[in-house]
């Protein structure tokens, strides 16, 4: 529940939101004039924020569509990414995002239509190649749809930009305005998973693996192209049998036809960030895992790193063997 | 679990007193000439700071000196335009007028009264040219208490105590207490959160028993210390069932480095067990 939303002071006349503040009348509404005032000053603290996160409404200026990191990319051609919010409504202990701001209020920039626009550009320099854009980075794609509307938004622009792709990745189950609407060839939805033993320790507040799994096969069923992501690969007591139980879970209900593609990736942080995170979740279990500095990151060992990425590779391709695998090496954020 | 520390800032020794009766404090020494008090079971301190964002300012940071991951209110009364007499209000934006700069205390639970902007100027005048609260301290005492604490445990109280037609005019000492006093059980609801939080952060820090009984019969270099602590933390999380000083006794370690590697090497093989007990 929002209680408080702040909202830089000239968009209190721009109609989303306007449409927004409606929504929420007994909220306390505290303009400002920038988002960056609220929004990641120093001093604050992201786990405390995080227990009664707050809305900022923003506009983005600048920078609306950007290279997507290496290892976030599914194809071989240019993948950008472009995020109209900022921190996600779950609480993964092995989320970046936790590390890499200060505040867990919830950012969302109303300008879609500037997003738009420079997508359109960036289609229109891609020479040809057709571009992958990712919207699920800094925010989970569908968690929070219902005060966003952003699926509803821009899954009908895409739908008329056959040459582009959308990737929407989540963890959310909400997919109702994706059901409400037909199958679009280019948008991916992707779920994220870890084996349901590690999503119920460390994915605080997130949908369970089988209603996750269950709302992939649901889409998979209206025709929605799917993606599968396991990324981060945990290391734990039993994660063979746990990975086995996921991808076995996941290909009962998605059938091979209706999967456009898998990635997996290792646990990393980068070394700055995981002493914040560790700072904030001392007694945290995966963070107290074995976990050694590698280069500038935070990760298993190779050794054991190799071991659980060729495991998990291995019965992906055997359990969808016509898919496009993209493995992530170390190095990717 | 160590308990939690919230500190109270107040201009007023008028605005002091009920704070200080109702939460039972006793006078701990002044510091250069501030005025302190404090409940230390409670974990409540209260420093007089006098008036002015330099004074708030300078308050906070003595009272800082004595006390870590401390909770901060800045308690006060003000006048407002349109507000009636004893109305409460918790700054949501702290500006400070002559230096033009911003302060967002952060809600992270329930707050018990409405908020509002306060802004801080250094002479109170007869004329408010906008509809928010206008006070002396706010902004010092947050630019300071933000040097010390995250901004989710700072926040700035304030009790309307009369309109604009009366800025400027003293209110007579004992008004200005009854004015706190009608406002302790919101203050008081205030605490309670507070409490909590700053408990919460200082729980981080502590260190592990075993870590001060190993510090005691061995001698590790500061980077070592560092290491132990994380060990430690690490252990009694994978590990809980065995007690570290036993098992380093047992295995014969008996330098700094020799209990920082076998430690290391010990929980390097221990695959985290999630969903299942260690």
Same mark, same amino acid.
């Given at each position: 529940m929002i209680e408080t939303i702040y909202i830089e002071? $000239?968009?209190?006349?721009?109609p989303r939101a306007s449409r927004l503040l409606k929504r929420f009348p007994g909220a306390r509404i505290i303009p400002c004039q920038h988002y960056t005032e609220v929004f990641?000053?120093?001093?604050?603290?992201f786990d405390l924020q995080k227990q009664h996160p707050a809305l900022i409404l923003a506009r983005k200026k600048g920078n609306l569509v950007l290279p997507a990191p290496n290892g976030f990319g599914i194809s071989n051609g240019p993948n950008f990414y472009f995020s109209h919010m900022l921190n996600c409504l779950y609480d993964c202990r092995y989320c970046f995002l936790q590390g890499m701001f200060r505040s867990a209020h919830y950012v969302l920039f109303v300008n879609f239509e500037d997003f738009e626009a420079e997508i359109d550009s960036t289609i229109a320099n891609s020479h040809e190649q057709t571009p992958y854009f990712h919207s699920?980075?800094?925010? $989970?794609?569908?968690?929070?749809e219902s005060l966003t509307g952003f699926v509803k938004h821009f899954v009908p622009f895409f739908a008329k930009r056959p040459d582009a792709f959308l990737e929407l990745r989540t963890k959310s189950i909400a997919i109702g305005n994706l059901l409400n609407i037909p199958p679009v060839p280019n948008v991916v939805v992707a779920f994220s998973f870890t084996p349901a033993e590690t999503a119920v320790a460390v994915e605080h507040g997130c949908p369970s693996i089988r209603d996750r799994v269950h709302a992939a096969g649901e889409l998979a069923g209206a025709g929605w192209p799917i993606g599968i992501r396991l990324d981060p690969l945990l290391w734990y007591k039993g994660w063979r049998a746990g990975y086995d139980a996921l991808i076995d879970k996941i290909a009962t209900a998605i059938p091979s036809s209706a999967l456009h593609s898998a990635s997996l990736g290792p646990l990393r942080f980068p070394s700055d960030m995981f002493q914040k995170i560790e700072r904030m979740y001392p007694e945290d279990k995966l963070l107290n895992g074995p976990l050694i500095r590698r280069n500038r990151f935070v990760s298993y060992s190779e050794p054991r790193e190799a071991q659980l990425l060729s495991f998990v590779e291995q019965r992906l391709a055997n359990a969808f063997p016509e898919t496009n695998l993209f493995p992530c090496a170390l190095g990717a954020t | 679990m160590p308990t939690g520390q919230v500190n109270f800032v107040v201009a007023l020794r008028a605005e002091a007193e009920p704070i200080i009766e109702y939460f039972g404090m006793s006078p701990v020494g002044s510091v250069e000439g501030f005025y302190r008090a404090g409940n230390i079971q409670s974990g409540i301190g209260l420093i007089?700071?006098?008036?002015g964002r330099n004074n708030a300012a300078t308050a906070v940071c003595h009272q800082a000196c004595e006390t870590n991951y401390a909770a901060w209110i800045n308690v006060g009364t003000l006048v407002h335009y349109g507000l009636p007499l004893g109305e409460p209000r918790i700054a949501h934006k702290v500006y400070c007028v002559p230096t033009r700069r911003s302060w967002y205390p952060q809600f992270v639970f329930e707050i018990p009264c409405p908020t509002a902007t306060v802004r801080t100027i250094d002479r109170i005048s007869k004329n408010f040219p906008t509809d928010d609260l206008y006070d002396t301290e706010a902004s010092g005492f947050y630019e300071a208490a933000a040097q010390f604490s995250p901004h989710e445990l700072i926040h700035s109280f304030k009790v309307v105590h009369g309109s604009q037609a009366r800025a400027g005019e003293a209110l007579p000492p004992n008004d200005i207490s009854s004015l706190v006093e009608d406002n302790l059980k919101t203050i008081n609801s205030l605490i309670r959160p507070l409490h909590r939080l700053s408990a919460e952060l200082r729980q981080r820090r502590v260190d592990p028993e075993e870590h001060r009984e190993l510090l005691h019969d061995l001698h590790f270099t500061t980077t070592q210390r560092r290491q132990l602590r994380r060990l430690l933390r690490r252990w009694s999380i994978n590990c809980p069932q065995v007690k570290v000083t036993d098992w380093v006794k047992s295995n014969g370690l008996t330098n700094a480095s020799s209990v920082i590697t076998s430690i290391t090497e010990h929980l390097e093989s221990i695959p985290p067990t999630f969903g299942l007990k260690p």
């Open positions: 002071e $000239d968009l209190q006349v721009h990641n000053p120093a001093a604050q603290s699920g980075y800094d925010c $989970d794609s569908l968690a929070l | 007089f700071s006098g008036i």
